[in-house]
């Protein structure tokens, strides 16, 4: 390597868990890989904040079923811990969210039908948001049915608000009808509240026009 006069430590391809140290001076450098097992320790800590002040929230329980969900943690755990924000505290509270991330933790244990009968639960509990974000995560996934009835359920529960015709155009798009993709983004252009909203419909519109997805 080129010279170095003074011994300097750099730190390369770092990631979630590991990164790679450099040891420089004169002619040389020496790398080596520090590994951490940052999952072990954020649910170790998690395990104790419960057993504390933190454990009289619901949300920190949410949180750590969420992040044991998205993060290899033991999904019976899991699952313990979001039945508790659920239905199992005095503080327990059934809503979109929780019963979001219960249906996530059941469909990743491969309980297909129980996942969806949680979501079809969870649809009324949500806003339009929340339910046009469950949509997209169906589009994601390349379940282009479901995510119509979604959207088709969001636009029929909350009417009158503008994300619902944009939720339809994703859904037409998914599914390669580019004729209804525009009618439905032309729809949410002239209902969106802000320029910005105004300006990604208008692009998607631009998109949809040349037969393009706006997925």
């Not at 080129?2 to 040389?28: C, G, I, R, Y």
């Not at 969420?66 to 503080?91: K, M, V």
């Not at 359920?153 to 155009?169: I, S």
Request: proline residues 3%.
């Amino acid at each position: 390597m080129p010279h170095k006069e003074q011994l300097q430590f750099e730190f390369n391809e770092v990631d979630a868990t590991s990164a790679v140290a450099s040891l420089n001076w004169e002619k040389k450098q020496v790398p080596f890989k520090i590994e951490v097992p940052v999952t072990d320790i954020v649910l170790a800590d998690i395990r104790q904040k419960l057993q504390a002040q933190p454990g009289f929230n619901r949300q920190t329980w949410e949180q750590a079923a969420n992040f044991a969900l998205n993060n290899g943690g033991d999904l019976d755990e899991a699952l313990q811990w979001i039945d508790a924000a659920i239905a199992g505290q005095f503080f327990s509270q059934k809503t979109f969210n929780n019963l979001s991330i219960k249906a996530q933790i059941l469909a990743k244990q491969g309980k297909t039908a129980e996942a969806e009968a949680l979501m079809e639960e969870a649809l009324p509990l949500g806003t339009v948001f929340q339910v046009h974000g469950y949509g997209r995560q169906l589009i994601a996934q390349g379940q282009t049915d479901k995510a119509m009835e979604v959207f088709q359920w969001n636009a029929k529960n909350h009417k009158n608000t503008w994300p619902v015709h944009y939720g339809l155009a994703r859904a037409y798009s998914a599914k390669g009808d580019h004729k209804s993709t525009l009618k439905h983004l032309k729809i949410a252009l002239q209902n969106a509240p802000a320029q910005a909203n105004r300006d990604r419909v208008q692009a998607n519109i631009e998109k949809a026009e040349k037969g393009e997805s706006i997925n």
